[in-house]
């Protein structure tokens, strides 16, 4: 599991002076995203001003790791069954984010050069600025 929702109740209790009931209650349901957050920079102006944000990046997340790790890497079939079969998505997801959001993942070739995290952002963005926009083969 990733660190997430630990440093978001971190920065929750550490803005507060004095706590009771209530101030719990509302930790309890927030769900203000961390790790959209680091995604965000580069899918934010992308898409609408909305109040679907959140299943918007639900669904661009789930697209772009099955984009690099299955049709960039271990192969469609295989990524459909990790993520349907198994819960290796879901335990290991902070380390999957590490790939994605490095510049220098081997996974882009080192330097991002096979498909760029912005053309892939911009592919599985509901607003697609340049639909035609492919991944290199370098």
């Not at 550490?14 to 209650?25: I, P, Q, R």
């Not at 769900?31 to 965000?40: L, W």
């Not at 079969?85 to 380390?95: H, L, R, W």
């Not at 882009?108 to 995290?117: A, E, H």
Request: glycine share 10%; aromatic share 14%.
């Amino acid at each position: 599991m990733g660190p997430y929702r630990a440093e978001r109740i971190s920065r929750l209790l550490g803005d507060a002076e004095k706590l009771d009931s209530s101030d719990f209650f509302q930790m309890h349901f927030d769900v203000y995203s961390p790790q959209a957050e680091g995604f965000m920079a580069i899918l934010g102006p992308l898409l609408p001003n909305t109040e679907q944000g959140d299943i918007l990046f639900e669904e661009f997340y789930k697209r772009l790791y099955r984009e690099v790790f299955g049709t960039g890497g271990l192969g469609e079939t295989a990524v459909s069954y990790l993520d349907k079969q198994t819960g290796i998505f879901v335990d290991f997801y902070f380390n999957f984010d590490q790939v994605l959001l490095s510049e220098t993942s081997a996974w882009f070739n080192g330097n991002r050069g096979r498909c760029s995290t912005g053309v892939l952002l911009r592919r599985h963005s509901p607003l697609s600025l340049e639909p035609g926009e492919r991944c290199s083969s370098t």
